[in-house]
């Protein structure tokens, strides 16, 4: 059973990790950012998350007496990265990141396949683009952890940002997760995750499930992103519509590139244009 999340208290989660979860609780990060500190003798930090007084001293509180080997960021969305600069100062280290975005600048850019060495363990990157085109994963064999910060998590499904994401990406770096040796997950918020390959097939099905969705709402006359989102996602709390929208059109553009559905009016707002199925 994983420990209780209670904010801005450290727990350990295994030998080679450690979490303090952010008091920034809501739709989109659940309880809260997870920081986690990875290794022993040597750290990394992954996901510092907001720039908060609060757990800016609680992660150095827990990081004092380390070697601190970095700050990374699993993407550069605002609640995994902003810390990361402060903290670098403070703990006279690098940050790290798979590109600069967002406002984020790293220090040292991750490559796919790279790894972070510490004392008696080895981080692997991943990059699995699709929530976002600057998504890592980090691989700890020593464990066989893997930290899924956006990609996968137990307690909602990825949203695709329609600015930044891709639905064939997701999925490929889903089935890409398929093909590494995971005992347990690490979600860049809630709990652990302990069967990773049957959490990333639901995540695939969910996928596959969502498109059939959305071609059938277009197979019943319903022309716009928001009109299939009010259908499909109807069952869905209605303050997360607007994310929906982010991933309605990412399933959109994937069905239009497979020449399935077609743009029958193209306007500068995507939210506003209309699609419609090739052969109807």
């Known amino acids: 059973m994983s420990p209780a999340i209670i904010p801005e208290n450290p727990v350990r989660l295994s030998r080679l990790v450690r979490r303090i979860t952010q008091n920034n609780p809501g739709l989109l990060t659940g309880p809260g950012t997870n920081t986690y500190f990875i290794g022993e003798g040597s750290l990394l930090i992954l996901d510092p998350g907001q720039n908060t007084d609060a757990h800016f001293e609680a992660i150095c509180a827990e990081a004092e007496g380390f070697e601190i080997l970095g700050i990374a960021a699993t993407h550069a969305h605002p609640d995994h990265w902003p810390m990361a600069p402060r903290l670098a100062a403070r703990l006279r280290c690098d940050t790290m990141g798979f590109e600069p975005k967002n406002g984020f600048k790293p220090a040292v850019l991750l490559k796919d396949g790279g790894t972070i060495d510490g004392k008696g ?51 490929a770096s889903l089935e890409r997760i398929l093909d590494l040796d995971v005992t347990v997950s690490y979600p860049g918020h809630g709990d652990p995750i302990r069967d990773t390959g049957s959490r990333v097939r639901e995540l695939i099905s969910h996928r596959h499930m969502r498109t059939r969705e959305i071609v059938s709402a277009l197979h019943r006359g319903l022309k716009t992103i928001p009109e299939v989102v009010a259908s499909v996602y109807a069952d869905v709390d209605p303050r997360l519509h607007g994310m929906a929208h982010n991933s309605v059109l990412a399933h959109m553009k994937a069905l239009v590139e497979s020449g399935e559905v077609i743009v029958v009016r193209n306007q500068p707002n995507p939210l506003d244009s209309e699609y419609a199925l090739k052969d109807d």
Do not use: Q
């Open 121 to 171: 363990w080895k981080l692997r990157v991943v990059h699995t683009p699709g929530h976002s085109s600057d998504h890592v994963c980090f691989y700890l064999p020593e464990e066989k952890a893997l930290f899924t910060g956006d990609h996968v998590m137990g307690w909602s499904t990825s949203v695709i940002m329609a600015s930044d994401g891709n639905l064939r990406g997701y999925l």
